[in-house]
């Protein structure tokens, strides 16, 4: 066995990224993140939920991440390939872009989840964000040469 | 609108749940969360010959898991609303059924799009995934999240008699 190249990506890796969306879908669902009132309440400071969802998920997030550098060494997961840690480096885009998406964020109630999740539970209006998300990606690709980056 | 208002999954669990969504993809299948990238793989897979770099890549190659991964969410949405009890809160509003609703949304995902694609990520891969690596462009970008979103209820309540639900 010592001789066999790793496959990469075995095949259960397929049913399992669909299996780890629905449950990923289940609970924003769930926690109600995905709703209008929710993030109207948020982004009015006029509740604490949606804060208190990201907060724990970072703060768990961060904990358990540490954990796992810690003890697997190796850095690889089950399957033996590398854990893909994407970078995203420090450029204009950081700012601008998370800005824009904020405004967009307010006025759709939907962070790209939230739009599957919402078309999903058959909220028919999610086709009008999902729709403009597409043709915003497409303009950004269009005028990503003339951005500083 | 008949859809009461009604708790949600408390935070306590929700966020954690969340969050161990992290540590539980590295370790089960190498990626990490992140939904946003899914939008450049539609754009490449609708527009193959859009001549566009950034959309000339192999975005089967790259992109099935994220695709699986988003399809996920879909069905995740659709197996709480109508096998779970639904998510107990309304999912829009009646602004949004008008012809100027709709155009609200488009425009606000055109945001979104491009405005995640600018910045690299969204809320889960940059505020969840990134920061749980301890990214500090991932914080940044967080916070400006949040700076947009609140800059834009402020000024659809003050200028445009916006309503909270």
Redesign the interface.
């Known amino acids: 066995m010592s001789d066999v190249k790793k496959p990469s ?1 075995p095949w259960w ?2 049913p ?31 509740e ?2 949606m804060f ?11 904990i ?2 540490l ?2 550098k810690a003890l ?1 060494k190796s850095k ?4 033996g ?6 970078d ?4 204009p ?16 109630a ?4 939230p ?9 028919w ?2 086709f ?15 005028v ?2 003339y ?1 500083p980056a | 609108m008949d859809v009461p ?1 009604t708790d ?2 408390p ?2 669990i ?23 990238s ?3 793989h ?2 490449a897979a ?2 193959p010959k ?1 001549g ?4 000339k890549y192999d975005w089967l190659k790259t992109g ?3 695709i ?15 096998a ?1 009890g639904g ?7 009646p602004e ?2 008008t012809a100027a ?2 155009a ?35 914080v ?14 402020f000024v ?2 003050f200028a445009f008699g916006g309503t ?2």
């Open positions: 990506n890796k397929f399992l990224w669909l299996l780890l969306g629905v449950g990923f879908g289940a609970v924003l669902t769930s926690a109600q993140v995905i709703s209008v009132v929710r993030v109207r309440r948020m982004f009015a400071f006029e604490p939920h208190l969802v990201i907060g724990a998920a970072v703060a768990t997030g961060v358990s991440m954990l796992v697997r690889t997961d089950l399957s390939e590398a854990m893909e840690f994407k995203r480096p420090m450029q885009g950081i700012i601008v872009g998370g800005l824009l998406f904020g405004v967009g964020w307010y006025f759709t939907a962070c790209p989840g739009i599957y999740a919402l078309i999903g539970t058959g909220t209006t999610a009008a964000i999902l729709g403009g998300a597409l043709v915003g990606t497409f303009l950004f690709g269009a990503k040469k951005l | 208002i949600p999954l935070w306590y929700a966020g954690p749940l969340l969050g161990l969504f992290v540590p539980l993809m590295l370790l089960l299948t190498g990626k990490e969360p992140g939904v946003s899914s939008f450049r539609a754009c609708l527009l859009s566009l770099d950034y959309f099935l898991w994220q699986l991964f988003v399809v996920g969410i879909l069905l995740g949405g659709t197996l709480v609303q109508f779970l998510a107990g809160v309304p999912l829009f509003l949004n059924l609703g709709l609200v949304l488009f425009g606000g995902g055109i945001l979104v799009g491009f405005g995640t694609r600018y910045a690299d990520g969204c809320t889960s891969g940059h505020t969840i995934s990134g920061i749980s690596n301890l990214s500090l462009p991932s940044v970008a967080s916070i400006c999240f949040i700076l947009g979103g609140t800059a834009a209820s659809h309540r909270i639900p």
